[in-house]
């Protein structure tokens, strides 16, 4: 779980660097406060039972797009 919960903060840091500003509203918006809410125990990591659905579901949605195939064009189907 914590794995997952460092996707999202991955996740956060790449839609900041993007310098797209849609992203980054969407996670000052939906992620922020849940990450924010977040609590370390003394040696770093996280306090597992600090971490909400939300940011739970958003960090196993991000762990299983890792292991899906990348979707393919209709165009690029060989004929």
């Known amino acids: 779980m914590e794995h ?3 996707l999202v903060f991955e996740n956060a840091l790449n839609q900041i660097k993007s310098g797209n500003e849609t992203p980054v509203d969407s996670f000052t918006h939906f992620t922020l ?3 924010q809410k977040l609590k370390f125990l003394p040696n770093g990591r996280v306090l597992l039972s600090s971490i909400d659905e939300r ?3 958003q ?3 991000l762990n299983n797009l890792k292991f899906m195939p990348k ?3 209709i165009g690029d189907e060989d004929s």
């Open 33 to 35: 406060p849940h990450i």
């Open 71 to 73: 979707p393919k064009r």
């Open 4 to 6: 997952n919960i460092a």
């Open 55 to 57: 940011l739970r579901l």
């Open 59 to 61: 960090g196993n949605t």
